[in-house]
């Protein structure tokens, strides 16, 4: 008999695991796919960690977080600074006193304040209602059409008219020579990638991979007392209310036979015309020095059931949904849905790690 069920070796069940075991909890988890570690997975190719499920980078503000993550791995001082390429241009990212001074020769924040400020002006925008009057009132038109358009309707496979303003607010702007993508206290990558942080999160606990949870539970339900599941919860209910929608991505990646290709983890493409958003470099995450290399092009791709999810799309139509089928889970005596999935919610890892802190006070009254 299994106190829980845990559905999904992702970061979510990982360390949920992880806690209602130290909490003498005897659990089993499941994965449908061949290994643990859901999206945060990394694969040794070439000795370089590839993180296969796009790059991830770890950062928060929370110093309880932060000294959480790091018992379970010793994390390196990688500082996410990506390089964007327009028309064969390149700019700093986030939009900060590099980009401007390549922009408009700009030397002072004064100079640069200025420009933004003028551009903002002509356009008389007072209440932005989507993501491209958002943008246009923040940062003026250069920035807009250079660095923002392009890259995010390949991105959402949509017009920046028909997208939600908040997509663009993680974005920082500065007006200080400093290209740190995140304005967090802490962040870095754990030495050796991060499947060893699962790989010890569910040390000691029974793990089946290649198990999907429907056809396991067939068999197996009079042996579980309660689940946490973090897969889709529209599919947990068979789509019964209907399908919550997602952005898919598709990554194309290959072995290089050099040292260095880019010079950097991330370069972003931000014109329209290039097919992908941007080229990871795995190894410049932990400043490797193998002959070879590794790189991913992300393809930005349409998302049907059954597909791969990445991206939740949050507009109002799938908010709403997801509000009934929340309705349905609470109502659940011995189930708890969780991750971002299970939740339907854009999670960084960090809050990830802040969600099931909360789960785990709520579920063993702490
Ligand atoms: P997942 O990792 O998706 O785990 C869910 C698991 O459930 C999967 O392994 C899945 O196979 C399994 N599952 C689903 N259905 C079933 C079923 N029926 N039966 C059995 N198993 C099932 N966060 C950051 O902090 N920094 C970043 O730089 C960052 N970059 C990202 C880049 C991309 C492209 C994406 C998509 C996300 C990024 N994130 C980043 C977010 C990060 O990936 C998530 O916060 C984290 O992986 C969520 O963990 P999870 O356990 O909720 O979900
Ligand atoms: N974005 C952009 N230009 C860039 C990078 C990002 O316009 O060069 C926008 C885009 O809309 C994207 C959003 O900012 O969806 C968030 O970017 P981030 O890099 O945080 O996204 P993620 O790593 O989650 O894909």
Redesign the pocket.
């Known amino acids: 008999m299994y106190d829980y069920l845990i559905?999904?070796?992702?970061?979510?069940?990982?360390m949920f695991a992880y806690e209602a075991k130290k909490r003498g909890k005897k659990c089993i988890v499941?994965?449908?796919?061949s290994h643990?570690?859901?999206?945060?997975?990394c694969e040794n190719i070439e000795g370089i960690n590839v993180?296969k499920?796009?790059?991830?980078?770890?950062?928060?503000s929370d110093k309880k977080i932060w000294d959480y993550i790091t018992s379970f791995a010793d994390f390196n001082n990688y500082i996410?600074s990506p390089v964007a390429i327009y028309k064969d241009e390149l700019y700093n990212l986030p939009f900060n006193m590099n980009t401007f001074s390549k922009l408009w020769g700009v030397k002072t924040p004064a100079e640069a304040r200025k420009i933004i400020a003028d551009q903002i002006a002509d356009l008389g925008i007072t209440e932005p209602k989507n993501l491209e009057e958002q943008a246009l009132s923040l940062v003026g038109k250069d920035v807009y059409e250079k660095l923002i358009k392009g890259y995010t309707e390949k991105q959402w496979g949509r017009d920046c008219k028909d997208l939600p303003a908040f997509i663009i607010k993680r974005l920082p702007l500065r007006f200080i020579f400093d290209n740190n993508y995140f304005n967090d206290r802490y962040q870095g990558i754990p030495i050796g990638g991060y499947t060893k942080i699962i790989e010890k999160m569910l040390e000691g606990i029974e793990v089946l991979t290649d198990?999907?949870?429907?056809d396991?539970i067939k068999d197996n339900a009079q042996n579980v007392k309660r689940t946490l599941?973090?897969?889709?919860i529209d599919?947990?209910y068979d789509y019964r209310l209907g399908v919550l929608e997602y952005r898919s991505?598709r990554f194309e990646t290959e072995v290089l036979d050099m040292e260095n290709y880019q010079g950097n983890a991330v370069v972003n493409y931000t014109e329209r015309e290039v097919p992908y958003t941007r080229i990871i470099e795995h190894k410049h995450f932990e400043y490797g020095k193998q002959p070879k290399t590794v790189i991913s092009r992300?393809y930005p791709s349409e998302w049907k059931k059954g597909d791969e999810?990445?991206?939740t799309i949050n507009d109002d139509r799938n908010n709403n949904l997801y509000a009934e089928y929340r309705k349905l889970a609470d109502k659940e005596e011995n189930v708890i849905f969780?991750?971002?999935?299970?939740?339907y919610k854009?999670?960084?890892?960090?809050?990830?790690i802040a969600a099931v802190f909360d789960e785990v006070a709520k579920e063993f009254g702490e």
């Open positions: 559905v999904g070796a992702g970061l979510y069940g990982a499941i994965d449908k796919r643990i570690g859901g999206n945060i997975y993180h499920y796009g790059a991830h980078i770890f950062h928060t996410n198990t999907d949870y429907f396991w599941f973090t897969g889709p599919q947990f991505v992300e999810p990445y991206y969780g991750g971002r999935l299970g939740n854009y999670y960084d890892m960090d809050k990830v």
